[in-house]
């Protein structure tokens, strides 16, 4: 269940969305393990240990269901080392959709591993790799999660390249909601480029990040690009801000593309509002392969389970 609209609902996150994916794949295969290392060159390990430990503690301390927090250190968040597991929730996140099941820890591994897979796969050689990431990971930043995230594959995805020897990594973000953690994870970085089009933040969740002034700061000064749209923006608007989003990754002179793939830019989602169709998403897909970058893409969001597998093939068709 997650806090939604001030009641508890059914978590929109759940595991149907990926059987639905897995369904219409025709070749999948099963990530090995590249062990943690790979993930603190994104996250931190007092983050990591919380991750780890977040619902044993919980349920250590009475309580029942799924672990989450409710008082948050706006004000001059510290690293204080409090050790009462309603605190750390509240240090290690920024809302209250993200509840930690007992899980939770064991698929964000899998999900992080799947996404370093596939940046093996394009290292190695192939154009293009997709990792089923479930849960999705481009809202939780280097020492808190949110918005259903708890490890950034893309992030993840992108330092494996680099420590693979990719110079200039660019990021797309796709999904309907801005990645602000991906965001805030390289917002101070000159060889990281993060590019996003979503719903204008004024309206949609995540409220605070992903508005058009937000553009780096200090070395990656112009290496964040923010293109909100309007809810209810179709194909002819999308495809708009795409262009401009492709010729930023051009300008940028990436050598690896790393794409954070959403399907809940579609009309039939039931959390978002753009009406973006099936047949749409190719030919988006197309016009990003046509960069010609080796591309590594990992599953974000997608809420409207029944058609989550047929949209993730028609955007994958796009780099067939
Ligand atoms: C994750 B991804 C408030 C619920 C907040 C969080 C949405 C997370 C989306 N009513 N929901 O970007 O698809
Ligand atoms: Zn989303």
């Known amino acids: 269940m997650e806090l939604h609209n001030g009641a508890y609902v059914p978590y929109a996150e759940h595991r149907g969305r990926m059987e639905n994916v897995l369904a219409a794949l025709e070749r999948v295969e099963a990530p090995r393990d590249c062990g943690i ?28 269901g799924d672990a989450h927090g409710y008082a948050w250190p706006v004000v001059g968040r510290r690293p204080l080392k409090l050790n009462r597991i309603d605190a750390d929730l509240g240090q290690f996140s920024f809302d209250a959709s ?52 708890f490890l950034n594959n893309i992030a993840i995805a992108a330092e494996a390249a ?54 780096g700061e200090g070395a990656g000064q112009g290496a964040t690009l923010n293109l909100p749209l309007p809810r209810g923006t179709a194909l002819p608007e999308y495809r708009a ?9 051009r300008d940028f002179g990436a050598d690896m593309l790393c794409v954070s793939f959403g399907a809940d830019t579609f009309s039939g989602d039931p959390i978002t509002q753009f009406d973006l169709q099936t047949a749409d998403y190719t030919p988006i897909a197309r016009a990003i392969a046509e960069l010609g970058l080796p591309t590594v893409i990992t599953m974000e969001g997608g809420y409207a389970v029944d058609a989550l597998g047929i949209n993730v093939a028609a955007f994958l068709a796009g780099f067939g």
């Open 37 to 64: 290392e790979p993930i603190r060159r994104v996250h931190g390990d007092a983050y990591l240990a919380f991750l780890q430990t977040a619902h044993e503690r919980w349920v250590a301390a009475g309580r029942s």
């Open 98 to 149: 993200s509840p930690i099941a007992a899980g939770t820890w064991d698929s964000a591994y899998w999900g992080a591993q799947a996404a370093l897979a596939a940046t093996g796969a394009v290292l190695g050689g192939d154009q293009a790799a997709f990792a089923l990431c479930r849960p999705p990971g481009h809202h939780c930043g280097a020492d808190y999660l949110g918005g259903y995230c």
């Open 162 to 215: 680099i420590a693979g020897g990719k110079r200039r990594v660019a990021i797309l973000d796709v999904d309907y909601h801005h990645g602000n953690g991906t965001q805030d994870i390289f917002y101070d970085r000159s060889d990281v480029l993060f590019v996003s089009i979503h719903a204008d933040p004024a309206t949609d969740y995540p409220f605070f990040w992903g508005h058009a002034d937000e553009r």
């Open 241 to 249: 801000a795409l262009d401009t989003g492709l010729q930023a990754v």
